[in-house]
């Protein structure tokens, strides 16, 4: 897979600027920019992290900038102790109001995505190691479900241009700030046209 990288300057609440790859592949930890054309309620540009993807079966991704109002603690049922107050994001529409966990932690519980140095799942692991000091409540990003596509369909949609396949720097991903309504999706595009003209 061939990537080229591009710089995104900076505005708002994310880093003054990051690097954005230009990615040929479409795999678990992908990142996914939604096109021109795609005008999904949820996906007019957004920005995605793939989680899931693999011959024959779905593929799913959550939205990394869709920030709600709402801490995972308000919106869960259950005592989440330290990570109470972490902002919950909305990841898609799909998902039967499922919580995602995204970090840079490799737990008990969890699984790797990719060769991002990223992971998903392992609360309870998660849990104690806020407790214990050795990780902070930042480190864990909480999403209210998912986007989802049978198996297949993502490819087939990267193909027509309604995604673009890119990697973004992990902080960047797990931010977790207020940012202005689709600010890191118009930072990636500047970013990308800007590199087209040269």
Same mark, same amino acid.
Request: charged share 25%; proline share 4%.
């Given at each position: 897979?061939?990537?080229?990288?591009?710089?995104?300057?900076?505005?708002?609440g994310?880093?003054?600027?990051?690097?954005?790859?230009?990615?040929?592949?479409?795999?678990?930890?992908?990142?996914?920019?939604a096109?021109?054309?795609?005008?999904?309620?949820?996906?007019?540009?957004?920005?995605?992290?793939?989680?899931?993807? /693999?011959e024959?079966?779905?593929?799913?991704?959550?939205?990394?900038?869709?920030?709600?109002?709402?801490?995972?603690?308000?919106?869960?049922?259950?005592?989440?102790?330290p990570?109470?107050n972490?902002?919950?994001?909305?990841?898609?529409?799909?998902?039967?109001?499922?919580?995602?966990?995204?970090?840079?932690?490799?737990?008990?519980?969890?699984?790797?995505?990719?060769?991002? /140095?990223?992971?998903?799942?392992?609360?309870?692991t998660?849990?104690?190691?806020?407790e214990?000091?050795?990780?902070?409540? /930042?480190?864990?990003?909480?999403?209210?479900?998912?986007?989802?596509?049978?198996?297949?369909?993502?490819?087939?949609q990267?193909?027509?241009?309604?995604?673009?396949?890119?990697?973004?720097?992990?902080?960047?991903?797990?931010?977790t700030?207020?940012?202005?309504?689709?600010?890191?999706? /118009?930072?990636?595009?500047?970013?990308?046209?800007?590199?087209?003209?040269?």
């Amino acid at each position: 897979m061939r990537r080229r990288r591009v710089a995104a300057g900076g505005v708002g609440g994310l880093q003054a600027s990051f690097e954005v790859e230009l990615d040929r592949g479409l795999e678990i930890g992908s990142v996914l920019v939604a096109g021109a054309d795609n005008y999904g309620s949820m996906t007019f540009k957004a920005v995605a992290l793939v989680y899931e993807h /693999g011959e024959g079966g779905p593929s799913r991704a959550v939205c990394v900038d869709k920030g709600l109002d709402f801490t995972i603690g308000e919106m869960s049922t259950g005592d989440l102790g330290p990570l109470s107050n972490n902002r919950l994001f909305r990841g898609g529409d799909d998902g039967g109001e499922a919580a995602i966990m995204i970090h840079p932690h490799d737990i008990m519980g969890s699984r790797p995505l990719g060769d991002t /140095g990223l992971f998903v799942g392992g609360f309870v692991t998660a849990l104690d190691l806020v407790e214990e000091n050795k990780a902070k409540p /930042g480190d864990f990003k909480f999403f209210f479900n998912h986007l989802s596509w049978p198996a297949g369909a993502l490819q087939e949609q990267v193909g027509k241009g309604l995604w673009k396949v890119v990697r973004l720097p992990n902080d960047v991903l797990l931010e977790t700030k207020r940012m202005r309504d689709m600010e890191l999706w /118009g930072r990636i595009e500047f970013a990308l046209q800007k590199k087209a003209e040269q």
